[in-house]
């Protein structure tokens, strides 16, 4: 198999952190993320833990009007992808190789008005 995965950024929203450094801290230190149900009713479920992302607010994240028609799991999952791309810097990488291509862009008509000038004498 010929493919390569490179892995540039990671975003994390779970039971042990809403970022990678509090959810590698929390797996250092043993900590649990496992709490009692708190999200849901769970008085009819046989089970009362559960690994719930806590304080997680969409708005931080995205549009609130946006977040209202996803479910939760897409919710988590834009804001852990948007903390991943943040990380891997692409944005940023993406913004400077605009800039060049404005640079050049700008450059080049600048050269080319300048070329049109002369040859209007």
């Given amino acids: 198999m010929d493919k390569k995965i490179v892995v540039t950024g990671i975003g994390m929203q779970s039971c042990l952190g809403s970022s990678v450094d509090e959810y590698w801290d929390s797996l250092l230190e043993g900590k649990s993320g496992i709490r009692t149900i708190t ?6 479920f ?3 833990v559960s690994g719930e992302v806590q304080n997680f607010e969409p708005g931080n994240w995205m549009n609130p009007k946006e977040a209202k028609r996803m479910g939760r799991f897409s919710q988590l999952a834009v804001a852990a992808a948007k903390d991943a791309i943040e990380q891997s810097n692409f ?3 993406v913004e400077k190789e605009v800039a060049k291509e404005e640079k050049a862009l700008t450059s080049n008509n600048s050269s080319y008005r300048r070329s049109l000038r002369k040859d209007k004498k």
């Fill in 46 to 48: 046989p089970c009362k």
């Fill in 91 to 93: 944005l940023g990488n």
């Fill in 39 to 44: 999200q849901v009713s769970s008085t009819d």
